[in-house]
């Protein structure tokens, strides 16, 4: 795919001019305007056509040059910027290059033969920042995961909780609500890794609805910041981290930390985050993620950035369970291609767009060179890692998971299990789904995920399990998650351990 270049300007003739004289060597789009632009790129992003070079005027009505070109770099980091304008001056330049972050500044006139050099260059350089981002994306993937397993093993709950999320996330991308981006489903993957670093008595109060001193109250709040605290030496996270260190701040200005930032200067993935966390808890509570769940968090609109608010209500909002008896399977992460850096297939899509079509060797140099570049930046990442894996290991084997807390209908669920067994005859569980005993198997359905995820973590450990009809034939908090797919038609059978 030829790389494409985006001129701004808002002389038309100027842009009719450039079209004639440079349209045959380049695959040109021409915007009239600051805003206009700013729609050409966030539509560009959105159809996984991002601009490799965009070429800006300084002086124009609304929005100037640097203001449209920090916009723009906001909303795609690795296009290069260039500046054609007829303003001179000192002042402007360094402003460009500081604040537009503008790789070179052309003035009025301009050879067409000097412009066509820069852009040449900048579409070599837009090929090195791609290189070296798929580069550290790709070793990125593997740090991410660890720390999502070492989640899982400590906390199946919390990693049900995480699961939940990344799971809303994969169904807001794959409808259209929100452009597919690997940094806002890092965020979802990891936006409960703080909850680690909790003690274990206070996470079992925190879950069974005690009252909490405000010693306790301020250690609950401050898990986000041990989050970011930890993401933040990871290369390429850092606007993950601060995602994270903000999911619990309201859109109206309250919450952790006191000191944040309101409104719209919250991050967009922090807003996203403290809808779909405070969501997911609701519909823990609810069952599903129906009207009764959105209507807990309109009962506290002013937390929530509307405009968000309603679309993920648009997408997540199912009918009762009255009238759809089953939730379909959320996407599997292997359908999420294009969000998870590393991924082969996101590689695959992207591809075309990464090299150069009039020059293949000049790309496998810029590549190579990103390799070399990245080097060093592996070794201290893969150290973080391990050093964050035998801390968080040597605190997981000495915690006493039997001790965690089980809410009150999961406890019951797991009483009506033993009973059957003993030859008690029931209609129906808890939950309302069946309950039944056969040749020494019980088989209970209609289980909410996270009462699935609470329900298998100890099952598993007394008997055969199977969730959703897969054997559970090693326990872990990853493969728990994973097979209670369901928000809530789960089913559990299970033969228990016969006398020693």
């Known amino acids: 795919m030829e790389d494409r270049?985006?001129?701004?300007?808002?002389?038309?003739?100027?842009?009719?001019?450039?079209?004639?004289?440079?349209?045959?060597?380049?695959?040109?789009?021409?915007?009239?305007?600051?805003?206009?632009?700013?729609?050409?790129?966030?539509?560009?992003?959105?159809?996984?056509?991002?601009?490799?070079?965009?070429?800006?005027?300084?002086?124009?009505?609304?929005?100037?040059?640097?203001?449209?070109?920090?916009?723009?770099?906001?909303?795609?980091?690795?296009?290069?910027?260039?500046?054609?304008?007829?303003?001179?001056?000192?002042?402007?330049?360094?402003?460009?290059?500081?604040?537009?972050?503008?790789?070179?500044?052309?003035?009025?006139?301009?050879?067409?033969?000097?412009?066509?050099?820069?852009?040449?260059?900048?579409?070599?350089?837009?090929?090195?920042?791609?290189?070296?981002?798929?580069?550290?994306?790709?070793?990125?993937?593997?740090?991410?995961?660890?720390?999502?397993?070492?989640?899982?093993?400590?906390?199946?709950?919390?990693?049900?909780?995480?699961?939940?999320?990344?799971?809303?996330?994969?169904?807001?991308?794959?409808?259209?609500?929100?452009?597919?981006?690997?940094?806002?489903?890092?965020?979802?993957?990891?936006?409960?890794?703080?909850?680690?670093?909790?003690?274990?008595?206070?996470?079992?109060?925190?879950?069974?609805?005690?009252?909490?001193?405000?010693?306790?109250?301020?250690?609950?709040?401050?898990?986000?910041?041990?989050?970011?605290?930890?993401?933040?030496?990871?290369?390429?996270?850092?606007?993950?981290?601060?995602?994270?260190?903000?999911?619990?701040?309201?859109?109206?200005?309250?919450?952790?930390?006191?000191?944040?930032?309101?409104?719209?200067?919250?991050?967009?993935?922090?807003?996203?985050?403290k809808i779909l966390k405070d969501l997911g808890e609701a519909a823990t509570q609810t069952g599903t993620t129906d009207a009764r769940a959105f209507n807990r968090l309109q009962d506290q609109a002013a937390q929530y950035d509307p405009a968000l608010l309603s679309k993920i209500r648009a997408c997540l909002q199912v009918p009762s369970r009255n009238d759809v008896p089953d939730e379909p399977p959320l996407p599997a992460e292997s359908k999420e291609p294009d969000v998870a850096p590393g991924d082969d297939d996101a590689n695959t899509a992207a591809a075309p767009a990464r090299r150069p079509p009039s020059s293949e060797k000049r790309h496998g140099l810029a590549k190579r060179g990103a390799e070399e570049r990245s080097g060093r930046t592996a070794v201290v990442l893969l150290s973080i890692v391990l050093v964050a894996g035998i801390v968080m290991a040597k605190w997981y084997f000495g915690r006493d998971h039997e001790t965690d807390s089980i809410p009150a209908q999961t406890g019951v669920l797991l009483d009506q299990m033993d009973a059957v067994v003993k030859g008690t005859a029931m209609a129906s569980n808890v939950f309302g789904g069946t309950i039944v005993f056969k040749n020494g198997n019980v088989e209970v359905g209609g289980i909410p995920r996270a009462a699935c995820v609470q329900a298998s973590w100890l099952l598993g450990r007394k008997g055969v399990l199977a969730i959703n009809g897969v054997l559970a034939q090693r326990l872990t908090g990853t493969f728990i998650a994973k097979s209670c797919r369901s928000v809530d038609a789960n089913t559990l059978s299970w033969t228990p351990e016969g006398p020693e």
Not at 48 to 71: E, Y
Not at 217 to 244: C, F, H, M, T
């Open 5 to 273: 270049i985006l001129i701004i300007d808002d002389d038309r003739l100027l842009l009719l001019g450039l079209q004639r004289q440079l349209g045959e060597k380049f695959d040109l789009t021409l915007a009239e305007g600051g805003k206009s632009a700013v729609a050409e790129v966030l539509a560009a992003q959105e159809k996984n056509r991002p601009f490799a070079v965009v070429i800006c005027d300084m002086r124009m009505p609304d929005m100037d040059g640097i203001q449209t070109l920090r916009r723009i770099h906001d909303i795609a980091p690795e296009t290069t910027l260039l500046m054609l304008t007829g303003n001179t001056d000192q002042k402007t330049a360094i402003d460009a290059i500081n604040e537009g972050h503008v790789h070179r500044f052309f003035t009025k006139p301009c050879p067409v033969e000097v412009l066509e050099g820069g852009i040449n260059e900048a579409r070599v350089k837009y090929h090195q920042v791609v290189a070296e981002r798929d580069l550290l994306e790709r070793t990125l993937a593997g740090s991410v995961k660890v720390l999502v397993d070492l989640l899982a093993a400590n906390d199946p709950v919390t990693a049900d909780q995480a699961t939940r999320i990344r799971d809303y996330v994969g169904r807001l991308s794959d409808e259209g609500t929100f452009p597919r981006r690997w940094q806002l489903k890092v965020s979802a993957s990891l936006a409960l890794v703080g909850q680690m670093a909790l003690p274990t008595e206070l996470l079992k109060k925190k879950r069974g609805g005690l009252p909490l001193t405000g010693d306790e109250q301020a250690a609950v709040a401050r898990a986000p910041e041990l989050a970011r605290n930890l993401i933040a030496n990871i290369p390429r996270l850092g606007k993950v981290a601060e995602s994270i260190y903000l999911q619990d701040r309201g859109f109206d200005g309250s919450g952790f930390p006191e000191d944040g930032p309101t409104g719209e200067d919250i991050p967009m993935d922090a807003r996203i985050l």
